[in-house]
């Protein structure tokens, strides 16, 4: 029996994602193992698989089949296949609207162009790196140009739809001037608090070959399987991997802060969890791939925060520490290790930031690229705008673009429109959790017993079986019953902080 | 200025060789890395690999390409170029020559019988791997017809031809006859002997952890650049990577045996440090690649054996044991190192085999393959067949298939010819090697005070930096002065054997 058109779609479009998978591989393994001489060839590596894919993705072949399954009864009787059709066409139109010239001259000028901020951001030097942000700038804003503006939208929006499907500018900002507001607010009430936790934890330096055993059990205790996955070191924690039965993270560590290997861990942990719950039988296929990145850093942020942060994780984990770390561990209370994980302090490094922080240091950003793409400010004033902004929300003298405008890879490797997201995700987090705990009466109780598979189950039910069938929005809808909010989050964070700081 | 012809060919050639450096990168991935869940995709992925390499190696434009090159006066004037373009040549002629249909099913049914053939070797069952040991040598008789038989020659050449350029049955069996005399005659006098070294190294216990450090500084101390390489642990030791800034070596540990380790890495290191010594400049083109199996196992041994078994490398290594592997090792004097390291002792497994009876398990499988290729042996008898002859060469009766034919991954791996070129490179190392001490003397001397790049600097020289300027037998006449012979061998090992065993 030969293949029903939509089954020829799927191969061949899984076929064209098999190259992704890939590459994928290939910078992981840049990432974690590749010896350090090995790179200037595996650039033209992965710029010829990057080159592979998008000519395998938009072969006239696959319109046709596109064509063909839309107007099958098999497709038209089945849902999830008709989502499966719809994303495979998004993604078609998508790719057919960009030149193979400019796929080719983005990939080549932010291969180079991290390379340079690399060097930059070494030196603090942004005049080194300015060149190639302009021309990155340039470039993106053409890309935005192929894609199309959304009607009434403007140039950003085109650029984070590739993150974000239906993501707006006005959106966005629609729903973080309130956060912000409120944000700055409670920081401003814990600069003047009269007491708080105390980091002596952070401050205690344990065995790094010992903090490796511990995150590794931690990530098998909160569910993220093994024999799908792998748990490596890096500079930059990230998760990677070429599908869901494998899946790579990896994540860093300091002798004196367990809490940067453990939250960085469960971080990823959260990512790779998501990962192995898309189905395998949809591999390669839209249905086989996560929403958007907002709804993966939901999964990532919820794992490291509304589980790793809480009192009842720390209270299950308080008495195992001493044997698994060594004896210092037993000189903490669970409050005092509960405190030491929730402390709140402006500074000037995103990825080092705590909760509360950690969005004023998105929204500076996503302001400053919606205005580098909508023309609005120079990349030559980017370090003056960055550093007013640091002193407005945070009250901080940025002293140098290392630690300032220099300080994320992201704009170097051509992102933009991708920030927001970092935000989008600790939000869904909070509305998705309340969620899951109001239908889970006794769910975070059993964090005390090490018990996370309810959340897990919970978490793979309603989210991760589904793959792209729902768009984020559309997804949030449907688990929460309302659209996302920003109150969920600040409910819960004021909720913790609160206590810990005697507000 | 647009590029030559020959330049354009050069592109070419190396666009298409870049697919195999991926794959390499992926296939080093699968044994060392890979989480155990993953093997279903990966196949899908290689499986793609393959088929795009043998699509873009066989375009018509790099047809159109040669025949531009070859007349053009920058080719003829210039004798590496020219052997670039007749390698590129050969290399084209020979993927052309098979059916997109043959390669595939090749790769498809190798991939299954290499699963089959390991559940089978740990039951010991031949019969679940004979249908696919059938099928994989009706396969290879057809891919011998597609390459073609040469001249007064068999079906078995064509396939040899893959891996020993230029390589005959005939020349190998005249060859390997009076090889076997010698050595069986050696053997013999050996197992007749009133004394010989004692094995208690080999019995004695080191941790791994210390074996580990052990090993990859031997490897850095005779010149393996890890800067551009890695070594790491798997089942089976083997050398991959992409180029020769890329290197992977691969090794074993066991706790009572740091031969094993020590004998495996020089071994591996050997290949990799071949790989390490052709030229960047040339990556994906002939001149950038190793000539055959023979000359990269020449280096391998040359390694292991002429330098990692002589009596000046433990006196080397002996006084630093203690230090870098555990106390126990000062228990040892040098002869008992140097003579630990050089028992002779018949044993069932190849992988396992002393320097002396190596040699007759390869003869076993190259007479036993090339009756199957040849049609003189049927599938069915070659568990009766291979029993006879470690009978007759090794007088060992094998108790079970699982350490008789079922022993190698080879013939399960679709690959036949491939067995003579471990002996082959046997040969060529100590053919080589008496050249470079003939030149250089105090060489071997140098091994007692750890100078091993003497001799590495000789083999760069003479051997790695030629890419494929040279066939084998070229090079060999080139480097030595005279053809191959087993002469050199015989003599090193009779030399070096006859007093350990006071023969």
Known sequence: MSDSPYESLCHAVSDASLISATSSILSWDQETQMPEQGVELRSRQMAQLAKLAHEMGTKPQILHL??????????????AKAAN????????????????????????????????????????????????????????????????VPEGGERWDALADLYEPGCRATMVSGVFAPLRTRLVALIDRIKGASRGPSDRFNQTAFPIERQRELVRWVSEQIGFDFTRGRLDQSTHPFCGGSHCRDVRMTTRYKETCVNDALGSTMHEAGHGMYEQGLPFSQVGTPLGEAV???????????????????????????????????????????????????????????????????????????????????????PCDLPGAWNEKYRDYLGLEVPEDRVGCLQDVHWSMGAFG??????????????????????????????????????????????????????????????????????????????????????
């Open 418 to 503: 991708y920030f927001p997201t970092y935000t989008l995700g600790t939000l869904y987090a909070a509305q998705f959790f309340d969620t899951a705990c109001a239908g889970n009466p006794g769910l975070v109780e059993g964090f005390t017993r090490g018990q996370f598979s309810p959340l897990l189950a919970w978490l793979q039910q309603n989210i991760h079986r589904h793959g792209r069938r729902y768009g984020p929005g559309e997804l949030c809808e449907l688990v929460t019953g309302k659209p996302l909010s920003a109150e969920h989050f600040l409910r819960y964070l004021e909720g913790k902080l609160a206590p810990l700081y005697g507000l």
């Open 85 to 148: 059709v719809r994303e495979m066409r998004r993604d078609f139109e998508r790719k057919i609207k960009l030149p193979s010239r400019l796929v080719e001259e983005l990939a080549r000028v932010s291969s180079a162009a991290q390379h340079e901020w690399a060097g930059a951001r070494k030196d603090s030097d942004f005049k080194r790196f300015l060149p190639h942000l302009t021309r990155l700038v340039e470039l993106n804003r053409e890309q935005a140009d192929c894609l199309g």
């Open 292 to 378: 958007s990145l907002g709804i993966h850093e939901s999964q990532s942020r919820m794992w490291e925060n509304q589980v790793g942060r809480s009192r009842q994780f720390w209270s299950w984990i308080a008495p195992q520490l001493p044997s698994r770390i060594g004896d210092p561990a037993s000189t903490f209370s669970v409050d005092e290790l509960y405190g030491a994980a929730n402390i709140v302090e402006p500074s000037f490094i995103r990825v080092e930031a705590d909760e509360a922080t950690y969005n004023l240091h998105v929204m500076v950003r996503f302001e400053l690229e919606r205005a580098l793409i909508g023309g609005t400010l120079e």
């Open 66 to 79: 596109i064509d063909r399954a839309e107007g099958c009864a098999e497709v038209a009787g089945d849902p």
